[in-house]
């Protein structure tokens, strides 16, 4: 099973936590990508650093993290099974994040899992599977 990656825990590893390399060792050849939602999340970021260092800084990192991770596409797929977690969460009533939908229907598309740092977000979609992330010591 692949891993998708989620902002919360690519945001970590941009402040410099040294969690996220570990991970990526642990999930050894395991598939890993993000969606391209994530992507746009943090390119988004970059746009709104607050002064041109940030900016800079932001954009260096997410320039070379989508150079070595796969950005997966929404496409027809994805399309279908958003729909399909969409009308069942609206259903029974459940919000969700429509970034984080995206991201679960990607990961469900694909038949993997979802790394996050929102654990509880996540655990709203049926059949989505999550990878533990061990806490920070």
């Known amino acids: ?28 050849e395991v598939p890993v990508g993000i969606a391209a939602i994530t992507a746009s999340e943090l390119l988004h970021g970059c746009l709104r650093g607050p002064d ?6 932001r954009s260096a990192f997410v320039e070379a993290l989508i150079a070595i991770i796969p950005v997966w596409p929404f496409g027809l797929p994805e399309a279908r099974r958003h729909a399909d977690l969409w009308a069942h969460l609206a259903a029974n009533g459940t919000r969700m994040g429509p970034n984080d939908l995206i991201v679960g229907a990607t990961a469900l598309a694909r038949g993997y899992a979802v790394a996050t740092l929102n654990p ?6 049926p059949g989505l599977s999550l990878v533990p992330i061990p806490p920070v010591r």
């Open 52 to 57: 041109p260092g940030t900016r800079a800084r």
């Open 1 to 28: 099973m692949g891993v998708v990656i989620d902002t919360t825990l690519l945001l970590e590893a941009e402040r410099g936590s040294g969690r996220f390399e570990d991970l990526l060792r642990s999930w050894g």
């Open 120 to 125: 509880r977000e996540f655990a709203r979609v």
